[in-house]
């Protein structure tokens, strides 16, 4: 080979070599550009019409709007959470299949001897949302008037007395089992794929009692449609402060708040994650989507919680929290 055609094959390869290495660098850039450029969807483990799909459906108008594209809310039902949480974590990591669990997905490890994901290896962690918290509740005709009396009732009548609850890994389930255990009682536990209907069951006198969240629950405590018999916080709720705590009624320490965190499939690339991150806090602070969860006395996590650390920080806190709990109780899903 000639001098002159040796610098040119040279340049040539150099050539070649730049492009391909600036193509790999911006190659991420340009996808995270065109990012989102087709609807999203936003998975939600329970029923539509209940509490986590709420709070779904409040945040994900106003993320659409600051992303510029649809965010569509889809429930992926069954297993207490587990199925929708498989689902996401085997999905494409593209930015298009967001994630909306509370602490279920912190308790599942616990609860189920096998399970298809791994809570802190198989996701992306966008932020921590809301806090929410629950109610001891009873249908309007149940016999007990107040905490005391239900405690009475239920020794007596542990037998015909039932819980619903959304299936093992929902609030709701580890709300009534960690009453059970305060307790020393086993109740007849009835399992619906999300507090949405085990409401409307509670409403219709069909089931005794249900251990919910108050994002949906607030009116009917008010007009007395059903009895409040203590919240699961340590501090009473603002909107509810007629209704002690369980803490303050005998059951010392007794904590339930169902908090809940955005998620996306590992691998969601950081770009994209960090443009998800900004549509959450948009929603979060908008002044609608505020008042509409104050109503329900529903509390806003503080914005230096909305980030990839403080969820998984959460996540792994909870996960060690719950695992020896659960396991004291021994309660199992199959
Ligand atoms: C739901 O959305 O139905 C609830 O979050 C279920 C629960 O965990 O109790």
New binding site residues.
């Given amino acids: 080979m000639k001098p002159h055609q040796k610098l040119h094959t040279s340049l040539l390869t150099g050539l070649i070599a730049i492009a391909a290495s600036s193509y790999l660098s911006i190659a991420p850039v340009i996808a995270a550009d065109a990012y989102p450029n087709k609807p999203i969807t936003l998975v939600?483990?329970?029923?539509a019409g209940?509490?986590?799909?709420?709070?779904a459906r409040l945040i994900a108008v106003p993320m659409g709007k600051d992303l510029g594209q649809t965010v569509i809310v889809e429930n992926t039902v069954g297993a207490?959470?587990t199925i929708a949480t498989t689902r996401v974590a085997r999905a494409a990591p593209d930015g298009y299949i967001l994630y909306l669990h509370?602490?279920?997905m912190a308790t599942a490890p616990a609860l189920y001897k096998k399970l298809p994901f791994d809570p802190m290896k198989d996701f992306e962690y966008i932020g921590q949302v809301v806090d929410?918290p629950?109610v001891l509740l009873g249908r309007k005709n149940f016999p007990a008037n107040n905490f005391k009396e239900l405690e009475a009732y239920i020794k007596v009548n542990k037998e015909k007395v039932t819980i619903a609850?959304?299936?093992p890994?929902?609030?709701?389930?580890?709300?009534g089992l960690l009453l059970m255990s305060r307790e020393g009682v086993e109740l007849t536990t009835v399992p619906?794929?999300?507090?949405?209907?085990?409401l409307t069951d509670l409403l219709g006198g069909q089931v005794d009692l249900l251990?919910?969240?108050t994002?949906q629950t607030v009116p009917y405590i008010k007009d007395n449609l059903v009895k409040a018999y203590g919240v699961t916080t340590l501090k009473r709720l603002p909107g509810l402060s007629n209704i002690p705590t369980l803490d303050e009624q005998g059951l010392k320490g007794f904590e339930v708040k169902?908090w809940h965190g955005l998620y996306a499939p590992k691998g969601t690339p950081p770009e994209v994650l960090a443009k998800i991150n900004k549509a959450l806090r948009v929603a979060l602070n908008n002044p609608e989507v505020k008042a509409r969860l104050g109503e329900s006395n529903i509390e806003v996590v503080p914005m230096s919680k909305v980030t990839s650390e403080s969820l998984k920080n959460q996540l792994d806190s909870e996960i060690n929290k719950w695992g020896p709990v659960i396991r004291k109780a021994g309660a199992y899903a199959d």
């Fill in positions: 939600v483990p329970f029923s209940g509490p986590t799909d709420a709070v207490g959470g509370h602490m279920g929410v629950m609850n959304a299936g890994g929902s609030v709701s389930q580890l709300c619906y794929k999300g507090t949405g209907p085990a251990c919910d969240q994002t169902a």
